[in-house]
């Protein structure tokens, strides 16, 4: 690494350079795909959060819209932890992170070292450097000796971002009925419109109204669209 791209990071002002130096000092020391998100506060939705990454823009839109950031091990971790993770398949021990994972390698994310940020601000992210090379144990010891040198791009990473974030205001709240609430709720927890009626002692026509009401409400067409909408909001929790 050149320290004067240490000083260009800092000194950038054009968010493309900016960018552009952040993967290309990852892939000097043999890491392909970076991604860079954090966030003003951990109690911000992950929507919101300042991202950039080379990572292929179709994973990343399938990411963003199946709320795969609620899936993620690799998250939960940096939210509960200030150590790097070598994540492996190992990591992804649920039918749902398997899913994902499995999706996520034909992208060329099979394995990788996330960073957890926790800044003096209360700002939380976490930066993730990829390589195919630690999918192979005869290369994995020498990549993973690298972690000092990661967690100094992270570091300047992070403090140079300062000036570039403009965090995302949040969404509207969308305000539910008590029984829309209840309909969501159920919904989340996987119960069909037929079940939540026999919960809710009514009828299915009438849970069906309820999830259209709640469709309209969050714009989406889909009731897999709504959980996902009332998880990003915060209206719901898992």
Same mark, same amino acid.
């Given at each position: 690494m050149k320290y004067d791209q240490f000083t260009g990071l800092l000194e950038a002002t054009n968010e493309q350079n900016w960018s552009d130096t952040v993967?290309?000092?990852?892939?000097? =020391?043999?890491?392909?795909?970076?991604?860079?998100?954090?966030?003003?506060?951990?109690?911000?939705?992950?929507?919101?959060?300042?991202?950039?990454?080379?990572?292929?823009?179709?994973?990343?839109?399938t990411y963003d819209n199946q709320g795969?950031?609620?899936?993620?091990?690799?998250?939960?971790?940096?939210?509960?932890?200030? =150590?790097?993770?070598?994540w492996t398949p190992d990591c992804f021990k649920k039918?749902?992170?398997?899913?994902?994972?499995?999706?996520?390698?034909?992208?060329?994310?099979?394995?990788? =070292?996330i960073f957890p940020i926790h800044g003096p601000n209360g700002e939380f992210g976490m930066m993730s450097f990829v390589s195919e090379h630690l999918d192979?144990?005869?290369t994995q010891k020498d990549m993973v000796q690298s972690m000092p040198a990661l967690a100094i791009i992270r570091?300047?990473?992070?403090?140079s971002s300062k000036k570039f974030l403009n965090y995302h205001t949040p969404e509207t709240q969308i305000a539910l009925t008590?029984?829309?609430?209840?309909? =969501?709720?159920?919904?989340?927890?996987?119960?069909?419109?037929w079940e939540i009626s026999k919960i809710l002692n009514c009828s299915e026509s009438t849970i069906n109204f309820h999830l259209s009401n709640i469709r309209q409400k969050?714009?989406?067409?889909?009731?897999?669209?709504?959980i996902i909408k009332a998880l990003k909001l915060g209206i719901i929790q898992l």
């Open positions: 993967f290309s000092m990852a892939k000097n =020391i043999g890491f392909e795909q970076t991604l860079f998100a954090v966030l003003k506060s951990k109690d911000e939705p992950i929507e919101n959060a300042f991202l950039r990454s080379n990572y292929s823009k179709d994973w990343r839109s795969l950031g609620y899936v993620d091990p690799t998250v939960t971790h940096c939210l509960k932890s200030n =150590i790097p993770l070598l039918p749902d992170q398997q899913n994902m994972y499995e999706e996520a390698t034909s992208y060329g994310l099979k394995t990788g =070292i192979n144990p005869a570091d300047y990473v992070f403090e008590p029984r829309e609430n209840e309909v =969501i709720h159920w919904s989340v927890a996987g119960k069909s419109s969050f714009n989406v067409n889909t009731k897999q669209q709504a």
